[in-house]
DNA sequence: CACCAAAACAAGCGCTTGCTTGTTTTCAGG
DNA sequence: CCTGAAAACAAGCAAGCGCTTGTTTTGGTG
């Protein structure tokens, strides 16, 4: 029977490594150092390096689907689905900073077939962010000047939030997907006028 | 006697394949392939791969830098300077699209030195922004519910640019900054009620 | 206790990496 | 036409890479 969570202990290792050296510039024996396996017989655990890329890639990208799906489908106002959405995608970043790293940052990394299946969810992420924005302007609730610009500026509020958020600041993911929906409920709501 | 523009054909191409498989990634027989000069003979004009990649980040620094300076430096509303500073920012990134991908997403590869070096721009970069908001602050222009967040916004607005922007698509810089900076302006401007 | 698969181990293979070396070619200035 | 430095060249070094191999140790199970 294996020992407790070793594999786990190796996902962790390299989600550390990668998302502060890189997927590159992290090796087998960077790895085997820091989780205090050889090298060798971290191939009892795992097929290759890349294989530990794409678990971690497809974890983040399982986290922000699973997290988001739910939302989108559910019931209340586009606006509530907003936030709710925020709140949610803000969790998964605070609960797996590196995992949000790798995810973001390293995906381009993977062999091609694992780049695609990575790329399919990374777009159907961003429809589900569309559905919502959509939903909100047929509904009447959202009057954006320029939905095109809006969505834009909402999913760049959400994928660049990995490169300042830090879950030890002072902020939880509460507040900050809030005062991030305030902000860009402003551009959403009916106004005419600047 | 040089050949007329060796160095620079090889910063172009490095500064292509840097920023499409990445720094790590990229080899010096990947750019002596594709500029056809023998790997060895590239060191007869460059001192090391790092160096490319510091030359061209410090390209990409300086180009941001040096075009937003003026802007904020200058006369006019805070408003004008929020505009004419987008369409700065957007114009660099549309004329050096692959440096400043690597910019974004390879500096972290420097030496720790040189990425120092990068780290005081890119931290002076972000402090003229803030400087453009805080004077609309002041002026009484600006009055955003959450100016720490109507600033993240905007610098998460720039950030991400690179990632979706293409000089080949429909929208020329112009345009992209004047649509963005009216979503962004929305936000800043004072409105007491969403 | 005996068993045996899972895990850890030491060693190293084949290959690629960034870069160097010693030599030859190129080509503008005298 | 010479000359000499700059550039290109062929060859390859030392180090590091991902990963494999053959063997020993470990620890739960009958």
Redesign the interface.
Same mark, same amino acid.
């Given at each position: 029977m294996p020992r407790r969570g070793r594999k786990e202990l190796i996902l962790e290792v390299a989600c550390r490594l990668f998302s502060t050296?890189?997927y590159?510039?992290t090796t087998i024996r960077d790895i085997s150092e820091a989780s205090g396996i050889l090298s060798g017989s971290l191939y009892a655990h795992i097929k290759s390096k890349e294989d530990l890329l794409f678990e971690i890639t497809n974890f983040g990208a399982e986290a922000f689907l699973s997290s988001l799906r739910p939302i989108v489908n559910g019931t209340g106002t586009a606006e509530e689905k907003l936030r709710q959405g925020l709140i949610a995608h803000i969790r998964v970043v605070a609960d797996n900073l590196e995992a949000a790293t790798v995810f973001f940052?390293e995906w381009?990394?993977l062999s091609e077939e694992r780049r695609a299946i990575i790329q399919k969810k990374r777009d159907e992420y961003e429809s589900l962010w569309e559905q919502i924005l959509e939903e909100g302007i047929n509904r009447g609730e959202f009057n954006?000047?320029?939905p095109?610009?809006?969505r834009?500026?909402t999913?760049?509020?959400a994928?660049? #939030?990995y490169?300042?958020y830090r879950p030890e600041g002072p902020m939880g993911p509460e507040e900050v997907a809030d005062? #991030?929906a305030?902000? #860009? #409920?402003?551009?959403l709501?009916n106004?005419k006028e600047?």
């Open positions: 050296k890189g590159h510039a940052h381009k990394a954006p000047p320029d095109k610009f809006a834009l500026l999913l760049s509020a994928n660049w #939030l490169q300042w005062r #991030l305030t902000n #860009l #409920l402003v551009g709501s106004k600047v």
